[in-house]
């Protein structure tokens, strides 16, 4: 049952983090077309954050924790390793940030339009997303290497 586990653990997190790259891809990438075109950008971002980002973040903390209790058979275990904990710590608080601020802001940023009286406040929405983005997918990043680092037993 483990290996089930840590199959949806990876997969939840591939589609965090890839997405997010992807995401990151195409906000670079909108910098150097029309901004007439714009609207339709954030709109692909905000489906890959609706199915891919947002799922995957959810899956990967709450498979996180069933693994986790399963090694320390329910709430009564020991202490986590320091990689072990750094991977929960990062993961979870990288997961919130994700879902309640890159989430959000991916979500009105597509309600927008990037011309016009609305110009301002895309731009503002926009650069909180690419700061929420960073914070969460940086968190996401250390969470994996403490993972890779973490000695299963």
């Known amino acids: 049952m483990n290996g089930v586990w840590h199959f949806v653990h990876s997969l939840a997190f591939t589609a965090w983090l890839g997405g997010a790259l992807s995401a990151m891809a195409v906000g670079l990438t909108m910098k150097q077309i029309d901004r007439s075109l714009w609207g339709a950008v954030v709109d692909a971002q905000a489906a890959i954050y609706r199915v891919l980002i947002g799922p995957g973040a ?30 929960q710590g990062a993961g979870i608080v990288g997961a919130l940030v994700t879902l309640l601020g890159a989430m959000p802001a991916a979500t009105k940023l597509s309600r927008l339009e990037p011309l016009g009286p609305q110009a301002a406040a895309f731009d503002a929405l926009r650069k909180r997303l690419a700061i929420t983005a960073s914070i969460g997918g940086t968190l996401g990043l250390i969470a994996l290497l403490a993972g890779s680092f973490y000695q299963r037993v």
């Not at 709430?75 to 986590?80: E, F, L, Q, R, V």
Request: glycine content about 24%.
């Open 58 to 87: 959810i899956v990967v903390v709450l498979s996180g924790i069933v693994m986790t209790m399963r090694i320390y058979g329910g709430m009564s275990g020991g202490p986590a390793g320091s990689w072990l904990g750094t991977m």
